[in-house]
């Protein structure tokens, strides 16, 4: 009896190991159908690095081109599973908006690290994001609008918004199959979009 125990036990964790493994299988199956319906809409192609790997995809939204794919970061002591929208922008602005609840504060190391690779805080009042930048005092007057901060506002799903060499990369925690399907992922695109014009706009209207 004190061998069958743990014997029984183990068995049991490898039987609830086996069916977590066949459901996250199944689901990043899942996935890889949306992601390719998804991408054939938008004259695109999705792809996986293998069959337990979760996918990516690639395509023209309109005129810019977007990818999505998962990220895998630490948060604290465990790995969390990101979603991750990249969109292109045409803005030379540069800058990092990162979420004031629930994100992950950096040690004083990281910090020092996200200061020298991204600028520092600029403290921009009533916006549910820490922004750092290396453009602060052009950047302050922009996102301190009445529009975009209403835009930013709609955005607190995402832990970390990074707007940098033309791209707009949006990341937030993955919480289910739900989240990726071809109307959803059009509607996260959408939204990220209207972050996009008021800020191209002005530059327009700034190099004129």
Known sequence: MINFIPLTFFGLIAIVGGAFFVHGFLNRQKIFQYFREFSASLQGDAGRDHVAAY?????????????????????????????????????????????????????????????????????????????????????????????????LAELTGYNQILFWDGRLMASRQFDGVQEVTPDRLSQSISSLERLLYPLEVEEKVAVS
């Not at 979420?99 to 190391?109: A, D, H, L, S």
């Open 55 to 151: 996918p990516w995809m690639r395509g023209k939204w309109k005129d810019r081109d977007v990818r999505i794919f998962f990220h895998t970061s630490e948060n604290h002591t465990v790995s969390v599973l990101n979603l991750v929208i990249d969109l292109e922008t045409r803005s030379p602005l540069r800058f990092v908006l990162l979420q004031k609840e629930g994100f992950r504060k950096p040690k004083p190391e990281q910090l020092q690290k996200l200061e020298e690779e991204v600028g520092p805080l600029v403290p921009i009042p009533d916006i549910p994001f820490d922004v750092r930048s290396p453009d602060g005092e052009s950047l302050r007057a922009r996102l301190s609008s009445p529009a975009l901060r209403k835009i």
